[in-house]
T-cell receptor, first 115, second 114 residues
């Protein structure tokens, strides 16, 4: 069975500070990993994905994540937070299947950006 | 175009009503999904269709009935729902190759059962 643990249900940073959102996964086979962002009353937007190519993955809006197999981690970072980054972030894992990919999400981390 | 369109955006229904949620994508994806998201919780998978056939049903009650009329459309028929079924219902689509496993989500339908 696969699972994702997001450390910290709430993270608060100042505008311009480093953003670090933590994600650890558990998977018996090589995983596919994703980060999604959700703004209030909206759907999920894909930030970035890891699918066994480069371990450092760059996404949209200046976000990136590094896959570390030895630590079973896939933490999300952004060098400088903007007010518009305030949202909820979900880490998710799946194993690719020919009949469809079941995403298993972490509990989510709400990011607050202080001015 | 990476858009998944869901209608309606909001829906209020009584426990004896029958309603349907609709989802459309034009990315050529051959897998489509329904997820349910309760307040302050992550999305949870309900159904998966691949090549227009139901491939995964996560033990969802029969008052939820999915339908995939063609490769671009996905419906969720609702009947005799309970207040605890109130949630955000998200549709998603993805490819089935290693290169396009990522799921793209619609904006969701906010369902309230009264």
């Amino acid at each position: 069975a696969q699972s994702v643990t997001q450390l910290g249900s709430h993270v608060s940073v100042s505008e311009g500070a480093l953003v670090l959102l933590r994600c650890n996964y558990s998977s018996s086979v090589p995983p596919y990993l994703f980060w999604y962002v959700q703004y209030p009353n909206q759907g999920l937007q894909l930030l970035l994905k890891y699918t066994s190519a480069a371990t450092l993955v760059k996404g949209i809006n200046g976000f990136e994540a590094e896959f570390k197999k030895s630590e079973t981690s896939f933490h999300l970072t952004k060098p400088s937070a903007h007010m518009s980054d305030a949202a909820e972030y979900f880490c998710a894992v799946t194993n690719r299947r020919e009949y469809g990919n079941k995403l298993v999400f972490g509990a989510g981390t709400i990011l607050r950006v202080k001015s | 175009d990476t858009e998944v369109t869901q209608t309606p955006k909001h829906l209020v229904m009584g426990m004896t009503n029958k309603k349907s949620l609709k989802c459309e994508q034009h990315m050529g994806h051959r897998a489509m999904y329904w997820y349910k998201q309760k307040a302050k919780k992550p999305p949870e998978l309900m159904f998966v269709y691949s090549y227009e056939k139901l491939s995964i049903n996560e033990s969802v009650p029969s008052r939820f009935s999915p339908e995939c009329p063609n490769s671009s459309l996905l419906n969720l028929h609702l009947h005799a729902l309970q207040p605890e079924d109130s949630a955000l219902y998200l549709c998603a689509s993805s490819g089935l190759l290693q290169s396009n496993t990522e799921a793209f989500f619609g904006q969701g339908t906010r369902l309230t059962v009264v």
